[in-house]
């Protein structure tokens, strides 16, 4: 969760990449025969004639095209439509001007594509063809109010090659034709949509800047949101398959993805290895749909993560940064599902990156130089490292979880001291920006409630490594600073902040296991603010600070923070009903987005890294042993947790 600047989404279509059959038949080229060859026109420059067919304006359009081909199995036409519903009838006549000639007919549920959109629409025909005959592609659609559907092609017609023809039933029926409709008869390997060029993207997928990950455990590559229509994951894997049937994968040692033929050794050795990574742990889940999500996001957490321990918080520009908070959460998610050396590699990253005064920076590059800018550091940093030590420590083999948590302990002196000196006469943290990235003027809950997990994680870890005096003194800070959260917070319903002008914050639930035991106030205090940021798409807003304009943008971080508090505090249905509707939010490739649109759509990046750790927190919380929380020691020296 974090108020990034909200950038126009790229282009949805990739930059045109003519095959060479593509370019050849542009240029005029002729086979071996000297037939002309006109199939293969790719060119879609410009949205050339309209073929909605319903209504006295009825519209079609025809491409003359030869092959050398002797049986048709597929077309595929670059189209877009303003409909979301409706049929296109497309046809392969002898005669343009007569539909019996028709040789073969098939149509597409306009429906079925999305809705309104743009992109290649393949069209499934079956037919005998005589090579080098004379043959046209037809195509007419039949709109729900009349919306245009649109045939691209290009303006310019190759000399050699004929021009497409369009239809208007007011002009008098068939007319000379200006330009070349963009089509392939019989498209293979290259030229199916999903490979070079897109298939028809719905309009709903522009507001996502990515839609999955390909990964090879060295370098990553996003996937752009067109590519992902009609693809998806080989299961247990980043490997992609695509409409062609073919696979697009990135290889071992690349640094860009290749595609291959379905069964290339390459990719399934890397297949294998993803599955054996994944039966090495835990992937919860009981029900298929949640099963499958946790599957995904704990595939999309290895991508995420870089040998060196920095998580990047997701795979796009102004995401791929590592930030303490994220990277947490993730190394938490890794832990109790089974996955030890990632969790430790990552807080070993935390470790080395902290500052020498004990704090971190707001959020670092991947190769852990520093900070890409001069954002302001966030202390909450000091209590999100210290617990996901914790909740490593006790999912840790034991054999030798002692000695690794000695080579963590020095900066969780550091970070507990720091956060232990900085509390003021009323036992609360100073002003800092919080998990929103937007500085406040007084204390707020994003800060105090994760400092306080810190503050109680880092006293267990030293009662158990017979660190008395450190497990004291933090002891003694954690209570001084719960007690402020008493004081101040609590009568306010753990609103944002202890001034009470900025209304309520999702951060509430962070005052709940597994990050701190639940004060007796909190259950109505978090139906409150559930409430308060609840929107219409069924998602959360961060808050309703009236200076901060979430709008209707709800964020599945945020709604994630419900589903574990919940979960977690005895109130499961309630937990798993808002857990279901963060995974009903997955994309076409079932990764979880970092926002969702008033319309109920995938925005911004998808996977986020935070809300796939959380979502693993929430199920392992649903459906296995419940997440430990870091206790209040009775007395200091003494443990429940750790030290056990």
Excluded at 79 to 88: D, K, P, Q, T
Aim: charged share 20%; net charge neutral.
């Amino acid at each position: 969760m974090r108020t990034r600047s909200v950038l126009v989404a790229t282009a949805l279509l990739a930059t045109l990449l003519h095959t060479a059959d593509g370019v050849a038949a542009a240029s005029g080229s002729r086979s071996p025969g000297g037939r002309a060859v006109y199939d293969g026109q790719a060119g879609h420059d410009v949205a050339l004639y309209g073929i909605t067919g319903a209504g006295s304006a009825g519209r079609a359009a025809a491409q003359e095209f030869s092959t050398d081909d002797d049986r048709l199995s597929r077309v595929s036409l670059f189209l877009s439509s303003g409909a979301a519903a409706g049929r296109l009838k497309v046809q392969v006549r002898t005669a343009r001007d007569d539909a019996g000639s028709a040789i073969a007919s098939g149509s597409v549920d306009l429906a079925a594509l999305g809705g309104p959109g743009t992109g290649w629409v393949e069209v499934p025909l079956t037919a005998a063809l005589r090579p080098g005959a004379r043959y046209y592609l037809f195509a007419q659609a039949s709109a729900a109010e009349g919306k245009a559907v649109t045939w691209h092609g290009t303006r310019a017609v190759a000399a050699g090659s004929p021009a497409g023809a369009p239809y208007d039933r007011e002009r008098g029926g068939w007319q000379t034709g200006t330009g070349r409709l963009a089509f392939y008869v019989n498209p293979a390997g290259s030229e199916r949509c999903g490979e070079t060029e897109a298939c028809f993207v719905p309009v709903s997928l522009r507001p996502g800047r990515t839609a999955g990950l390909l990964s090879n455990g060295q370098a990553v590559e996003s996937v752009d949101p067109p590519f992902a229509v009609g693809a998806r994951y080989v299961e247990g894997s980043n490997v992609l398959a695509l409409p062609s049937g073919r696979w697009r994968y990135l290889p071992e040692g690349a640094a860009k993805s290749r595609v291959v033929e379905a069964g290339d050794a390459g990719a399934l050795a890397q297949i294998a290895a993803s599955r054996r990574w994944l039966e090495q742990g835990l992937v919860p889940g009981a029900a298929r749909e949640r099963r499958e999500a946790a599957e995904r996001a704990l595939l999309s957490l290895r991508a995420l993560l870089r040998p060196n321990g920095a998580f990047a918080a997701a795979w796009s520009t102004f995401w791929d940064y590592s930030w303490p908070r994220d990277s947490a959460f993730a190394a938490a998610a890794f832990a109790h599902t089974g996955h030890d050396e990632e969790a430790y590699r990552i807080l070993r990253y935390s470790a080395r990156t902290q500052r020498p005064d004990g704090t971190w920076e707001a959020r670092t590059l991947l190769d852990g130089s520093g900070p890409p800018d001069s954002r302001q550091w966030q202390l909450d940093a000091n209590g999100w490292v210290p617990w996901a030590t914790w909740q490593w420590y006790r999912t840790a083999p034991r054999a030798d979880r002692e000695e690794r948590l000695r080579a963590l302990y020095p900066a969780i002196v550091k970070a507990a001291d720091y956060t232990a000196a900085s509390l003021d006469d009323d036992g609360l943290p100073p002003a800092s920006p919080d998990y929103w990235e937007l500085p406040t003027t007084t204390a707020n809950i994003g800060t105090a409630a994760p400092l306080l997990s810190g503050l109680r994680a880092a006293a267990d870890l030293a009662s158990g490594l017979g660190r008395t005096q450190d497990a004291a003194r933090w002891t003694a800070a954690a209570g001084r600073l719960e007690q402020g959260i008493a004081r101040r917070f609590a009568p306010l319903g753990y609103q944002r902040t202890v001034d009470g002008r900025h209304g309520y914050d999702s951060a509430a639930a962070f005052m709940a296991p597994p990050f701190n035991t639940a004060p007796a106030d909190l259950p109505q205090a978090l139906d409150t603010t559930y409430r308060a940021l609840l929107r219409s798409n069924g998602g959360l807003v961060p808050g309703s600070d009236p200076d901060a304009g979430w709008g209707n943008i709800t964020w599945t971080a945020s709604t994630s923070f419900f589903a574990l508090a919940w979960s977690a505090t005895g109130e499961r249905e309630k937990g798993g009903a808002v857990l279901d509707w963060v995974l009903a939010q997955r994309n076409v490739l079932g990764e979880l987005p970092e926002t969702v649109d008033a319309q109920g759509l995938p925005k911004a990046v998808a996977p986020l890294g935070w809300t796939d750790a959380l979502v693993l927190l929430a199920l392992v919380q649903q459906e296995g042993a419940p997440l430990p929380t870091p206790p209040a020691p009775r007395t200091a020296g003494s443990s429940d947790g750790a030290a056990r």
